[in-house]
T-cell receptor, first 111, second 116 residues
């Protein structure tokens, strides 16, 4: 699976949009971009995934660049409960292989 | 999303004893389950992959005789830490993948193990 690069930490004001970047310049054509987050002392929570089109669900939006070498996870109105470590992972969907976690981005939402 | 449940969420055991952690997929059949270990302020490290009805595949450096994994049904996998030592104290997390949920992998809540 392709390697990803994320900033180690970011701050965001409560109520504002949080934009979390991820670089995956070696992504293959059949690899999806997955985002998970881990709130302190809990298991990771699935957020969203996409291949090349932008995706939106009730939690977030995922914007993938046209060349698919980078993506941005957008939390439109961040709350204090969104404070967590956010992981960007690329993976072939349908693969029986595990998710490989990098160090992620620690997002801190400030009141 | 799909629900994966772990039990117990916290357990304290004495050195030398064994402890079992259960991982259940509540609303889908998990063809593959994964067990991770996480130390404070560190990322998740894969310990093993288990497929229903077959032996688990362990990552390099993980002792298969110490960390026994059983995946006897499509909804249940267990991790047994045998002859536990204080250095086995950690956060253990399972995840599950099922064909019926778009192959997305879902995680349990995690289990804190403290060996005293």
């Amino acid at each position: 699976d392709a390697k990803t690069t994320q900033p180690p930490s970011m701050d965001c004001a409560e109520g504002r949009a949080a934009n979390l970047p991820c670089n995956h310049s070696t992504i293959s054509g059949n690899e999806y971009v997955y985002w998970y987050r881990q709130i302190h002392s809990q298991g990771p929570q699935y957020i969203i995934h996409g291949l090349k089109n932008n995706e939106t669900n009730e939690m977030a939006s995922l914007i993938i660049t046209e060349d698919r070498k980078s993506s941005t996870l957008i939390l439109p109105h961040a709350t204090l409960r969104d404070t967590a470590v956010y992981y960007c992972i690329v993976r072939v969907t349908g693969s029986a292989r595990q998710l490989t976690f990098g160090s992620g981005t620690q997002l801190t939402v400030l009141p | 999303g799909a629900v994966v449940s772990q039990h117990p969420s916290r357990v304290i055991c004495k050195s030398g004893t064994s402890v079992k952690i259960e991982c259940r997929s509540l609303d889908f059949q998990a063809t593959t389950m994964f067990w991770y270990r996480q130390f404070p302020k560190k990322s998740l490290m894969l310990m093993a992959t288990s497929n229903e009805g077959s032996k688990a595949t362990y990552e390099q450096g993980v002792e298969k005789d110490k960390f026994l994994i059983n995946h006897a049904s499509l909804t249940l996998s267990t991790l047994t830490v045998t002859s536990a030592h204080p250095e086995d104290s950690s956060f253990y997390i399972c995840s599950a993948r099922g064909a019926g949920v778009g192959n997305t992998i879902y995680f349990g809540e995690g289990s804190w193990l403290t060996v005293v």
